[in-house]
């Protein structure tokens, strides 16, 4: 069964600043263990740890440095809440602790931090497979792929270039041919087989016609539930006493097809456009 990553939408919008393609998938893999688990330690098996996040070296003191760079970066990625006046900021987890002579990794989320792993509400949450994420090259086609998954369901995001190339941690020395050329056609080949007839529109300054003011995203929406599955799911869950509950494999596999189903998800921070015709 593939491995499930789980984020709420706000976690989109962390700019996972210098953190390389080995780190962001080691990263990931860890969150799409710790969704739904609260602040609960969790361990990892060191090889399960090597094989989710498709590492590839076979240097054990390599992959130490590693996870040690890991975490070093991501104490450096604060989450603040609050206001300008007042306002708190945390780092996203607490344990952190690896253990190559045992073969494991202890890790559990911050209390403060624990929302965007947790509780899942129908439109608030980004879903998408491990494995789709570690077999990209390119950090940019990597944090892409995220942000077009929270809108799988239309097909269609529109984001500001400010945040755009905040997000996605682009120099601000790049220009926009330097954009097409090292993130957008890259990503756009590595997404053939992932975002059907994706195509993207860059969104000019009304007032002077030249500046790019956004960039807009449009593909085929995926919309891969079967409502037979989620009735079977939904009846599984409402099984009484007196009737045979699903097996472990059949429901997660259920639980699969709900999760990866057709729904909305909004975030403030990018701008969806549902009437396109407001624009043209």
């Known amino acids: ?108 989320v911050n209390e403060n931090f624990k929302h965007l792993l947790n509780n899942f509400e129908l439109g608030q949450f980004t879903i998408f497979e491990l494995n789709e994420l570690t077999s990209f090259r390119s950090n940019y086609t990597k944090n892409l792929y ?33 954009i097409n050329k090292r993130v957008l056609n890259p990503a756009l080949k590595e997404f053939e087989n992932v975002f059907f007839n994706l195509s993207y529109n860059k969104v000019h300054s009304r007032t002077d016609g030249r500046t790019i003011e956004a960039i807009e995203f449009n593909f085929l929406p995926q919309k891969n539930i079967k409502p037979i599955a989620k009735e079977k799911f939904k009846q599984s869950k409402e099984t009484s006493q007196n009737k045979p509950v699903a097996g472990d494999e059949e429901e997660k596999e259920m639980e699969k097809a709900l999760l990866f189903g057709d729904y909305i998800h909004l975030n403030p921070m990018y701008q969806l456009v549902q009437d396109r015709e407001k624009d043209h």
């Open 1 to 108: 069964m593939q491995q499930i990553v789980q984020i709420k939408n706000e976690m989109n919008t962390i700019p996972l600043k210098n953190f390389s393609s080995v780190e962001q998938d080691l990263f990931f893999t860890l969150c799409s263990r710790l969704r739904n688990e609260d602040t609960k330690k969790i361990r990892f098996d060191i090889a399960e740890l090597k094989e989710l996040s498709k590492y590839s070296s076979t240097s054990n003191s390599r992959f130490v440095k590693d996870l040690e760079s890991l975490y070093d970066k991501i104490l450096q990625v604060t989450y603040r809440v609050g206001s300008d006046q007042h306002f708190k900021k945390f780092t996203l987890f607490t344990d952190y602790e690896v253990n190559m002579i045992e073969g494991y990794l202890d890790i559990s």
């Open 146 to 178: 995220r942000l077009l998954k929270q809108f799988k369901s239309t097909g269609y995001m529109k984001v500001s270039m400010d945040r755009f190339r905040e997000v996605l941690c682009i120099p601000s020395s790049y220009r926009m041919s330097d």
